[in-house]
């Protein structure tokens, strides 16, 4: 499959490697082409890997996954354009964190509100699937790493593309347990999670966790 | 040990009834002694248990339990007064939920603030120790319903009180994991944490659960 990736950092470099090592052709999208940290990563990616601009990776994308940083994650998509957005799927990565008051972040929305809905919202032809918010990126690609079974969440409007994310996943990236938690209002609640997730990170001295749900068998 | 609890709700006498069965003399606290649901719960706890005001469960308790609603949370230690709240450790499971919009609640408080926060602003002189707030009530005080190990959080300024709370959880009520976020205002991590466990609890159609956190072993 044909993917566009927004976003050049570790989240971004990472889902794309891993998308590409699956043998499908990845587009790393950047606010101008030949961005230099696209073009090292296309170079150690390898085949089926290529970078250029966010709209050139939104058209090129069958799907697309959206890993820039929660405060531009709307401008970057306005950048991609909705015409190279529209009638596909968007797995939205981004966390509304808000660094603005120094460390430990918050969020800039309220309980209210969601970046996953304010992005709903502003591309309505576009299926937001939000989703791998709440893991790092080595967890995302490789689920197998913490040993014992863990969950990460779906949340969207669209059951189909809901479907489409959780195949690939699991098929993919190899997670066993994709829970879907309903539609786009539901990211509030893996958005919120990213505070006991930062202080987790503080008090376990390592990003490398997630988290099970355990209920009576 | 001689323990009050704020509170006459699910929570209180959940709380309550098991520290009765540990061997704990507990008076439950409500606004005029005499309350209704406190006098039955008296009468079906069995001995050590006993009712009255706010302000005579505090005072007569060496450790105190807030199992009231969130936003009555504050008013209910205020009528409890400072004086018979100083010095003692309060267990904190009291949730910020804002059910004003309707369902699902959102939090009255933002990700720079936490209801635990508050009530440590407004007693000083108490030793605030927020817990219990991510699970429902029959978890809470028998952990081993659910099978599989899972957590339960602290979170405060005090590293004694911490782990006299931290004790009574392992050995009173059955706790095996009981992780220590960190000072006070980790409790924003938990009680924000709520966003997500009311839509866990919408997917899974159960309040019968709790996480587990996984890491590399």
Redesign the interface.
């Known amino acids: 499959m044909k993917i566009g990736i927004f976003g050049t950092g570790m989240v971004g470099q990472a889902i794309g490697s891993k998308l590409v090592s699956l043998g499908h052709s990845v587009k790393m999208g950047s606010r101008q082409a030949g961005n230099e940290k696209a073009v090292a990563w296309v170079q150690q990616a390898g085949a089926g890997a290529s970078e250029g601009s966010f709209a050139e990776a939104a058209a090129f994308g069958e799907m697309l996954f959206h890993c820039g940083l929660g405060h531009a994650a709307l401008d970057i998509l306005h950048a991609a354009g909705a015409d190279n957005l529209k009638g596909k799927i968007l797995v939205d990565i981004t966390n509304p964190l ?1 660094f603005s ?1 120094g460390m430990p ?3 800039f929305v ?3 509100d969601s970046l996953g809905e304010r992005i709903q919202a502003a591309f309505p032809q576009t299926k937001v699937v939000k989703s791998l918010n709440t893991i790092s990126n080595p967890v995302m690609i490789d689920p197998a ?6 969950d990460v969440f779906v949340s969207g409007n669209d059951a189909d593309a809901k479907a489409q994310v959780t195949a690939l996943l699991k098929n993919g990236f190899g997670w066993k347990s994709v ?4 539609d786009i209002t ?1 990211a ?3 958005e ?9 990170w ?3 001295g ?1 990003a ?10």
Chains 1, 2 share one sequence.
């Open positions: 808000d008051k972040p918050t969020l309220s309980g209210d790493r913490l040993g014992a079974d863990h829970i879907d938690l309903g539901t509030r609640g893996t919120s999670y990213l505070l006991l997730w930062i202080r987790l503080g008090c376990l390592s490398d966790f997630n988290i099970k749900i355990v209920k009576p068998s």
